[in-house]
Every structure is written in C-alpha cells, then in structure tokens.
C-alpha cells in the first residue's frame, strides 16, 4: 500500500479543485495528483488494485482531495463484518473507498486504482454460495426451473476470463410466479451498485457465486432491462482500458503549467 505522502499533513493549506489547476494550486495538492498520474500510467486491467492510504491524513486534505478529484457515475456499496462504500470519482478507475464498522465509525480510507475495487471481487467469492438448490416451483410458474437449471450450470462452470452469459428476464416468457421463485432461489449477495448517466443502472450480486441481476431504467424511472449475468463483475461496474487512457489525458491536461 502506498500513500500519498505530500497530503498526509494535518495543516495542509486548501487547494483549488483539481478542474481548476494552476500555479496558484496548493503544491501538496499538485504532487499528490503527479503521484496519482504516475500509477495510472502504469495499471492496466485485470492488474492488481494500486492502493493510497489516506489514513492519517486529516480532515481537510482529505475533503480537498476528494472535492479536486469529484464524483463519477459509479457508486457502490459491499456489506459484511464491515461496510465498504466505493465511489469512482471523476477520473474513471479512481475510486474513493471508505470503510466503516457496524455502529458506523470510520476504520479506513482510501483512494483505489482498479477496474473494480478489489473488495467487491473478495465479496462476490466469500460472500455468495455455490449450492444452487431447485424445489417444487409454485404452480403459476412456467420458466423458473430451466432458468434455474442453466443459471446453476454456467454458475459453476464459469472461470474468469471467459465472457459473461446474459439471460433476459426482458426477453423470456416469465411471469411473476416465475421471477418471484427464481428471485427467492438465488437470494441477495452483499454487493450491490448503480451507475448514473443516461438513465440509471443498478447492479446486485445475488447469493449465489458468479450470478449477478443488471437491471437498466430510463431518464423516467421506467425499467427497459432486465438481465441476469454469469460470471465476473458486470461490465457496467468496471473500468475498461480505454477509460484508464482518459484518465491519464485528463489528469495530464489538467497537471499541465
């Protein structure tokens, strides 16, 4: 774990927002985002998270931090013996992780260069269950055992670097009998993300390993999409080569004199 050292001092002076950089910008604020430039020049998919304690680093560098870098459309949130809560920020694969304890206070605060921050990958392997059980359905039902059956099957066949399956609720003949048994069978993981835009995304991991529920609405609130995925984190919650690109241009520009 590294840390972003030029921040983690108590008396830092306020600096500008990092979309308004210039000479006038407070120097711990300008060496901190080079040293987060310099790690985001180096990752690249699929490597292993880049970690920047800011533990330690007082109060208002860190809301100085946090307000330069600012929100992106990615939010999520892992329960457990404890509660993460990651925000992406600006520069897409940047993420702000926040860990707190059960009555609430703060254990530990980050900033994260990933994909997907590597708690939530943790989560969905410890979090979650391989033994899909199949009962009786109830009597309205007429798709939820074949849906199940494949679910199960491609569930315990997946290995990561393969494609995610996609099933479409949207597209089957499902009634609700069918998506209330399929729901209760597959149970609620201890993820779950939304991802703002056009419209709106949200992401949950059932409790069963490598099945997650993307659901998509538009700008009116109306669902238009409803998916089941198989296999590693939904693209929808994950940074792309492409994105970690922009990021480095972005935070370029931005550094520039």
């Known amino acids: 774990m590294s840390s972003l050292d030029t921040l983690l001092h108590p008396t830092a002076a306020p600096g500008r927002p990092l979309h308004l950089p210039d000479e006038r910008a407070d120097e711990r604020m300008s060496a901190a985002l080079r040293e987060l430039l310099g790690a985001l020049r180096t990752y690249q998919p699929g490597d292993a998270s880049i970690v920047f304690s800011l533990a ?19 939010r999520l949130t892992v329960a457990g013996q404890r509660r993460y809560t990651l925000t992406e920020t600006a520069l897409t694969g940047v993420w702000r992780v926040r860990t707190t304890s059960d009555d609430g206070a703060s254990v530990d605060e980050r900033l994260e260069i990933a994909d ?4 939530v990958r943790a989560a969905a392997l410890h979090g979650t269950s391989t033994n899909l059980s199949i009962g009786a359905p ?15 099957h491609r569930a315990q066949h997946f290995e990561r670097g393969q494609p995610n399956h996609v099933l479409s609720f949207t597209l089957l003949p499902m009634t609700d009998a069918d998506l209330k048994y399929v729901e209760a069978q597959l149970g609620v993981g201890p993820v779950q993300g939304t991802v703002s835009g056009y419209g709106r995304c949200r992401v949950t991991l059932t409790g069963q390993r490598n099945v997650w529920r993307v659901q998509h609405f538009n700008v009116g609130g109306a669902q238009v999409l409803d998916t089941l995925e198989v296999g590693d984190v939904p693209v929808a919650l994950c940074a792309a080569a492409e994105d970690f690109e922009d990021s480095v241009q972005r935070l370029e520009a931005l550094l520039e004199p």
Do not use: F, T
Request: charged share 25%.
């Open 56 to 74: 330690g680093a007082g109060d208002d560098a860190v809301a100085q931090l946090v307000d330069s870098l600012g929100e992106g459309e990615v």
């Open 116 to 119: 997907v921050p590597a708690v």
């Open 138 to 152: 109830p009597k309205d039902a007429m798709n939820a055992l074949p849906v199940l059956a494949e679910l199960r």
